[in-house]
């Protein structure tokens, strides 16, 4: 079997989600604990919140120790590494987030070229982007989770949940008209309210639950399975 790491934010961090008080005490529900039942070694260095540079980060200090043959990175906002762009500058909303993302994928095959890894990058909480394969080598792609468990495509929304969209659209630098802007804002709510009609996908109206993990463990298994020499 093989040696995998995952990466990211939330959506990859088993201890949530949050149901009802319910705190999670294992994670058998999520595709760490489904893949290490079927003899993979699998560590988890995620955590809830993190950003994509943060979770690379952590991803360099989980390898220091132990090597790894595959790893799985569930993508989030580019927008959460605020440093990685100036809205005091004039923009547009989707130019900063473009070019966030692009610097994210650099230093992700970075990583993954010097620890000779195997990626499975997950469009998360986030979609990714059309280029990503430009900049990543990447064995298996997923682009857009949600809209898959949900069999429907959502808009391409990277300020879902970030924080400070809100402040970030209402500064009087964004370029983007007021049309764009409320276009944005009603793809945010699109996006939670389709969530939390299913809460038999999505316990928490955010987070995939156990069916999800259930059904991407095995698609991730037989693809392991399939390309490992």
Known sequence: MQRILIMGDSWADWRIPQIHG???????????????????????C??????????????????????????????????????MYDTDKPFHLMDITRNAAIEQY???????????????????????????RDYIKIEMLIEDWRSEIMNIKFPFCHILALNEFYEILQKPTCLDTPRERIKFL????VIYNMCNRRRDLFPDSAHPGDAPHTDLTKRLHDFIMENTR
Not at 51 to 67: H, L
Not at 106 to 132: C, S, W, Y
Not at 186 to 189: A, F, L, Q, S, T
Request: charged fraction near 25%; hydrophobic fraction near 35%; proline fraction near 1%.
């Open 186 to 189: 009603g793809e945010v709510e």
């Open 46 to 83: 995620s955590r809830t919140g993190s950003s994509n540079c943060k979770a690379i980060k952590m991803a360099e200090d989980a390898v220091q120790n132990q090597s790894f043959d595959w790893v799985i990175w569930f993508h989030t906002e580019s927008l959460r590494d605020s440093h």
């Open 106 to 132: 650099k230093m992700f095959e970075q990583f993954r070229n010097e620890h000779n890894l195997k990626a499975i990058v997950i469009g998360g909480q986030a979609p990714t982007f059309d280029f990503i």
């Open 22 to 44: 319910v705190d999670r005490e294992n994670d058998n529900h999520h595709i760490t604990g489904m893949l290490k039942k079927l003899g993979h070694t699998v560590v988890n």
